[in-house]
């Protein structure tokens, strides 16, 4: 996930945080064979879809960990 500025929104900005993910310009760097600025700029203009991808992923982690650990699910009767 791209670097989010001050300048974003949280919903969650008052929630202590236990779990956070942030990807940065040299992972770009590592995966594609291109330059800093470039990589910087892919970044800048994927943020937004990096972030919502990962929460979608985030979602799906949390759920399929806390089943394997045996923990009920709210709607489960």
């Known amino acids: 996930m791209a670097t989010v500025s ?3 929104k949280d919903a969650h900005a008052d929630t202590l945080v236990r779990a956070t993910c942030t990807f940065v310009v040299e992972d770009v760097l590592d995966m ?10 892919f970044l800048s203009n994927n943020q937004r879809h990096i972030q919502d991808r ?3 992923l985030g979602w799906e982690v949390i ?8 923990m009920r699910k709210k709607d489960d009767p």
Do not use: Y
């Open 6 to 8: 001050k300048r974003d």
């Open 32 to 41: 594609f064979d291109v330059t800093e600025d470039k990589a910087e700029e």
């Open 54 to 56: 990962m929460c979608e």
């Open 63 to 70: 759920e399929d960990l806390g089943e394997i650990d045996g």
